[in-house]
């Protein structure tokens, strides 16, 4: 008969947290069959708390690892469960070391899922996620981020295993003793186990567990030990853009840190920075921001971290300052930008999280992330935009139209973002408007200039966006569940009240008005697009609402396919849009000779009345190749462009007239 043993070495809370562990396991063996482990167990509970339910667990005979006795999982629902059993390990973990470990069973052609929450409070912050899949795949997933894959075998036992150093944050995996690798984990906390049958992620979800056990203890402390606990290094960064490594360290000594160096290097670049003036307890963290930029390359950037004359010599453990990370460099496809709609409304205690995580999107990738934030239930709600969207959980996001998901973490819609920036579009966007600011009326004309032959039933259309939204009365104020930050730090809200009142809110990219509805415009693009080519189509009228700031306001122009997903889009201002005519687009008044060129090409242009003439010259892949600003210019003139040092191949020659543009496609032939 195998043993249930639960103890608790209460915690010594002194400074120092000098001496504390917490051990626990169950074999399941001291139970009768057709228990409810929850309700025999005072350590077991379920996700709601309702033991003794479909949401529990019964012990049964069927199967084991060892002696009689085993859980069985299994997942009846297509949303998984409604089995979801949680075991807490008697509090938040963020220093020490635990281990954690279950022989598992999983059934052939099913799969099985555990996670880690990393807040005592569950459903909050999910640390770990290991995923079976029922293709004998596996991952460990974390914060957003597959950190490691393999395979295993179903229908025969094995024993999963995952550690921890918690103070220097050193995750590892294990499978019947053997290591599959080790990771720095973006989120660094322990507080439950949480077992649950995932149908839909994992496959029909059908697995025995058996030999529960866990096990924290808090550190030894050296008399100095700087510990390099985190870096930021994403998976993913746009290729040629730089960045600021941030990094923390951690005071995992005695004695107080005072001052360190911090140096990165990529192999081929390195910079070191001193960080002085500091008073870092024992167990405090300090963030710093290193003041040289890291250079992001496409392909692979390997970078190593390190930390050194710590007080101004060396630390008592050296094997915690340095931290090798790696990121892909990523090439976006020419003229490609991201729309990502968020479901957000003032009522949603959550939805601050939204806001945030889109801001810090937007300071990441201010040239490809274009964000909109579609209210639901509250002022600034777009009945048409809302049901359209089809968001019915919030907060959520859609993914370009492609889907609809939640998002706990940045990672989650950085890694989308990712996945969708290196699709090459057929088309690029621009827009012009013609604003009559007595009446409201606003006609939008947009252009879309083909970068690729391509067929199928494009269409496009126009959102209107505001931001810096402000308002009165209890329908702006904006319900808060971070208020005193016992939901974590999230962008300044947890120092908000949990309602916070109207005054201090400012919304931003706030969707106002759909212009060609929300799929667009069946006909506003031909069915074959040919490279080069400019298409221009204007839309219907619209009348904005007075209170509407059109300086605050923006154009979001998008290319929608067949399946209604968008798969390019284009921002502007509303300011930089706006026209006084109707006249937009004037290829007509400029001719292009000659057409093939060899080496010079001429524009020959007539204007009858005076303009701000500016050309500018882009490549067949979108990159400006030769710009001038010819000043005021009027009557009949000739602007040459000398193609002599280019490469053979198609060329585009815009020319802004005022508020008036000029597209010509020219081809350099040697």
């Keep these: 008969m195998k043993n249930r043993i639960f103890t608790l070495l209460v915690f010594l809370f002194v400074a120092s947290f000098s001496f504390g562990q917490y051990t626990f396991s169950d074999d399941f ?23 003794g339910t479909t949401e529990d667990v019964q012990v049964t005979t069927a199967d084991a690892a060892s002696g009689d006795n085993s859980i069985r999982f299994q997942s009846f629902t297509t949303g998984g469960g409604p089995q979801d059993v949680v075991l807490p390990f008697g509090g938040k973990y963020e220093i020490g070391t635990f281990e954690y470990s279950m022989n598992m069973k999983i059934q052939s052609g099913t799969g099985a899922y555990f996670n880690f929450q990393g807040e005592e409070t569950i459903g909050q912050v999910w640390a770990l996620e290991w995923l079976f899949l029922s293709d004998n795949s596996w991952v460990v997933r974390s914060n957003g981020v597959d950190y490691l894959t393999g395979t295993y075998e179903q229908d025969q036992w094995m024993e999963v295993k995952v550690t921890g150093d918690l103070t220097q944050n050193v995750w590892e995996a294990f499978v019947d003793g053997t290591s599959l690798g080790t990771f720095t984990n973006g989120i660094n906390a322990i507080a439950s186990l949480d077992l649950f049958p995932v149908e839909g992620v994992t496959g029909q979800s059908t697995f025995f567990v058996d030999d529960v056990y866990f096990n924290y203890e ?29 990094g923390t360290v951690r005071n995992i000594g005695n004695n107080p840190i005072n001052s360190f160096d911090v140096t990165w290097s990529n192999g081929l670049d390195d910079a070191t920075m001193n960080v002085s003036g500091l008073n870092i307890p024992t167990w405090g963290e300090y963030e710093f921001e290193h003041d040289t930029p890291f250079s992001v390359v496409a392909g692979t950037n390997n970078i190593i971290v390190n930390i050194t004359n710590v007080n101004g010599g060396t630390d008592d453990d050296p094997s915690n300052n340095s931290i090798t990370g790696s990121m892909e460099g990523v090439n976006p496809a020419p003229g490609r930008k991201v729309v990502v709609e968020e479901g957000t409304g003032t009522w949603c205690g959550w939805c601050p999280r939204g806001e945030v995580f889109i801001e810090t999107m937007v300071e990441r990738y201010p040239d490809h992330f274009i964000p909109i934030a579609v209210h639901n239930g509250d002022p600034m709600t777009n009945a048409e935009y809302n049901a359209s969207l089809g968001i019915s959980a919030f907060p959520n996001m859609s993914n370009e139209r492609t889907e609809n998901f939640g998002f706990g973490v940045v990672a989650d819609i950085e890694n989308r973002f990712f996945q969708r920036i290196t699709l090459a579009p057929p088309a690029t966007l621009e827009s012009s408007v013609v604003y009559d600011a007595a009446t409201g009326q606003v006609t939008v004309i947009s252009q879309a200039t083909a970068i690729e032959d391509a067929s199928g039933n494009y269409r496009m259309a126009v959102i209107l966006v505001e931001d810096n939204v402000t308002g009165t009365g209890n329908g702006y104020n904006q319900a808060n569940y971070y208020a005193g930050g016992g939901n974590g730090v999230m962008g300044g809200y947890e120092a908000l009240p949990s309602s916070v009142p109207a005054s201090q809110m400012v919304y931003k990219h706030v969707g106002r008005e759909l212009v060609g509805g929300f799929n667009g415009v069946n006909g506003s693009l031909p069915a074959d697009l040919v490279n080069g080519e400019v298409y221009t189509y204007t839309f219907d009228p619209v009348t904005i609402d007075p209170t509407w700031n059109v300086n605050e306001m923006h154009l979001v122009t998008v290319l ?82 000398n193609g002599a040092g280019f490469a053979e191949g198609v060329y585009y020659i815009h020319i802004r007239l005022d508020n008036q543009l000029i597209t010509k496609k020219v081809i350099l032939s040697k």
């Design 29 to 51: 063996e001291s139970y009768a069959p057709g228990d409810f482990i929850g309700v025999q167990s005072s350590e077991w509970t379920t996700w709601s708390g309702n033991v």
């Design 218 to 246: 808090l550190p030894v402390l050296l008399d100095l030990d700087a510990a390099l606990v985190g870096v930021n290094t994403s998976p993913f960064a746009i290729a040629g853009s730089t960045t600021n490594l941030r």
């Design 560 to 641: 929608l396919n067949a399946q209604g997903h968008i798969i390019n889009a284009n921002d502007q201002t509303f300011n930089e849009a706006i026209t006084g005519t109707k006249e937009v687009f004037v290829n007509h008044i400029a001719k292009v000779s000659p057409n093939p060129f060899s080496d010079i090409t001429n524009v020959v242009l007539t204007l009858e009345e005076k303009a701000n003439v500016e050309m500018t010259v882009f490549n067949s892949i979108g990159q400006v190749v030769a710009s001038k600003n010819y000043g005021e210019l009027s009557g009949e003139m000739v602007l040459p462009f």
